[in-house]
């Protein structure tokens, strides 16, 4: 069972990026998917959640109108479609799982972590 998370790179201010979690031994099929971010000596953080049951998403108030979460038909990829984007917004990015939305927001409900991939935002 395994996530790993790509799309990554350097890319000028203002860019975009479109990262993907692909899931390995089992389909996203979790009541909850998500995108977090760590930058350089600050706390893990969530960027945007996805309820599977819903649609209820819940996002980073500094990724608002810029950052999309999507996941595809079959139930094994999530992405993370990033636009507008601003050097604040370097850090490592993970994809999780897990059994509800808010919790999943609260770092309370993570089933599976996945491996981070770096963006990187800079002239």
């Known amino acids: 069972v395994q996530l790993q998370a790509s799309g990554g790179g350097l890319v000028q201010p203002g860019g975009s990026l479109r990262l993907s979690c692909a899931a390995s031994?089992?389909?996203?099929?979790?009541?909850?998917i998500g995108w977090f971010r760590q930058a350089p000596g600050k706390e893990r953080e969530g960027v945007s959640c996805?309820?599977?049951?819903?649609?209820?998403?819940y996002e980073a108030d500094s990724v608002k109108g810029r950052f999309t979460i999507s996941r595809d038909d079959v139930k094994t990829t999530v992405y993370l479609q990033m636009n507008s984007l601003k050097p604040e917004d370097t850090a490592v990015y993970y994809c999780?799982?897990?059994?509800?939305?808010?919790?999943?927001?609260?770092?309370?409900?993570?089933?599976?972590w996945g491996q981070g991939t770096q963006v990187t935002v800079s002239s």
């Open positions: 996805l309820s599977s049951l819903n649609d209820i998403t």
């Open positions: 031994g089992f389909t996203l099929n979790f009541p909850a």
């Open positions: 999780a799982v897990g059994s509800g939305v808010l919790r999943l927001w609260n770092f309370r409900g993570v089933d599976y």
